[in-house]
């Protein structure tokens, strides 16, 4: 067998993948947002419709966040024992 | 923004009759697609929930899986939002003049296009299978002389009264437009006299 090289990274580079996300979702909402605003039909619906939107996105983040900053992110997550996290206790039911 | 009371290309005497959008049933698949792609994973969640608390108290696999959890629920949460948008500007206008079609394909392609009644020969109606029937919704196709393609109102409430009203509107704009026509004759044979 292998050894995997001893590289030790703290498991916050997880929230370069989530922050890449929210970029992308941003964007991508901003973007549909100005489809709605440029093109929709004007009146009260489309300002509820578009207050919906960001309402939901706002809970959705909060819930996601807050939960998150109770982690310690500086942990090191090393690569040589990332098999250590798939074990028998990881699927304990199963 | 649009406003119904200013259309774009507003002739003088235009007004709008009938504003179009897909059946709410267009609406309720959405609902349905996002409440099944939550509700599943939640009730696997609740299901396995032991599970679920040891990976949350995991100090590696608790965060790598509440991250991938708030993605999949933002993603599921913009792409009803973007299906929603999809139908929602989706749009048919009749006026007593002209018909407009407004379709949004995905976020990138849009199209808008119009057609004058009295260019219109033929309306037809279609109403297929259960659901359609049940809830009173389908097409309706305008055929216009020396057009390449037709306009398709897709999935419509009550496509039976649509067309029996493009038809009767399409009647009164000939009528219009023969009337104007006759006097606008009259108004250079005065001219040229």
């Known amino acids: 067998m292998f050894d995997l090289p001893d590289i030790n990274l703290p498991i916050a580079v997880f929230l370069i993948v989530y922050g890449a996300y929210m970029v992308f979702y941003v964007l991508y909402s901003l973007f549909n ?13 489309l300002y509820l419709i578009v207050s919906i939107f960001v309402g939901g996105t706002i809970i959705l983040v909060a819930g996601s966040v807050f939960p998150l900053l109770e982690y310690e992110w500086t942990l090191p997550l090393s690569l040589d024992r990332v098999g250590d996290f798939y074990n028998e206790d990881l699927f304990p039911a199963l | 923004m649009m406003r119904l009371d200013h ?11 009938l504003f179009l959008r897909r059946h709410w049933f267009a609406l309720l698949s959405i609902v349905t697609a996002f409440i099944l792609l939550i509700g599943i994973p939640l009730a696997l ?11 949350l108290i995991n100090p590696v696999i608790g965060p790598l899986f509440l991250i991938l959890a708030s993605m999949y629920v933002l993603s599921i949460w913009l792409f009803a939002f973007l299906e929603f948008t ?14 407009i079609s407004i379709e949004q394909e995905g976020l990138f392609n849009r199209t808008a296009s119009e057609l004058d009644l009295a260019a219109v020969q033929d309306t037809t109606a279609e109403i297929r299978g259960i659901l359609q029937t049940v809830f009173t919704y389908g097409q309706v196709y305008v055929q216009t002389a020396g057009e390449k393609g037709r ?7 009550n496509p039976e009264r649509v067309k029996e009203l493009v038809t009767r509107l399409v009647e009164e704009d000939k009528r219009r437009l023969s009337a104007l026509g006759a006097g606008g004759r009259g108004k250079i044979k005065s001219v040229i006299k």
């Open chain 1, 33 to 45: 947002i100005y489809h709605l605003i440029r093109y929709g039909v004007y009146g009260l619906g």
């Open chain 2, 7 to 17: 259309l774009p290309n507003q002739r003088p005497d235009e007004h709008m009759i």
């Open chain 2, 45 to 55: 969640v609740m299901y396995f929930k032991e599970i679920v608390v040891d990976w």
């Open chain 2, 86 to 99: 999809d139908y929602y500007l989706d749009t048919w206008i009749i006026t007593n003049e002209r018909i």
């Open chain 2, 151 to 157: 306009f398709h109102f897709k999935n419509i409430d």
